[in-house]
Every structure is written in structure tokens, then in C-alpha cells.
């Protein structure tokens, strides 16, 4: 059984956590996304919610939020997932 690897990335201004977990005994990688409760309350859930079903019913995406990350994460990012998926 192989151990399972984690991989945090910060959005810069804090609001967002992004894990990257990897499975490598179910073959799979899973990106849980922490939001900042201080972040959340900031907008108003009710405008958000009528937002989403605005764009539900116009049968177009919604863009949650956006998570910002500076280059060197990326970088981290792309290694991390390259070591994870590389055929053994
Ligand atoms: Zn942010």
C-alpha cells in the first residue's frame, strides 16, 4: 500500500487553500478547495445564489471564484504532478 501525498497551494490573497491529493492505490488524484471563512462572508450569499441561477437558467457557466497563484507554485504544482503521474 503506497503512502498518500498531499500538495497545499494559497491563493495569494488568502482567501483560497487548493490540496492536490493523490491516491496511488486507487489511481486517482482529488483537488479539495478550502475557502477562507473571513473571505466568505463578503459577499452576499442571496446576490451570489441568484447569480448562479441567472447563469443556470441562460444554461451558461459560472465562474465560482478565482484562485491566484504566483509562478513558482505553478511550477511546484506541475513537478508534483508530474512525479505523481509518471508510469513506474
Ligand atoms: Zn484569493
Not at 38 to 54: G, I, P, Q, T, V
Amino acid at each position: 500500500m503506497k503512502a498518500i501525498e498531499r500538495k497545499v497551494v494559497r491563493c495569494v490573497c488568502g482567501c483560497t487553500v487548493v490540496e492536490f491529493v493523490n491516491f496511488p492505490d486507487d489511481d486517482y488524484i482529488c483537488l479539495e478547495v478550502y475557502e477562507n471563512a473571513f473571505y466568505s462572508k463578503h459577499e452576499s450569499m442571496l446576490k451570489n445564489y441568484l447569480k448562479r441561477l441567472w447563469k443556470a437558467i441562460c444554461g451558461k457557466e459560472y465562474s465560482l471564484f478565482d484562485i491566484v497563484i504566483l509562478p513558482e507554485n505553478a511550477k511546484e504544482i506541475s513537478q508534483v504532478l508530474a512525479e505523481w503521474t509518471e508510469a513506474e
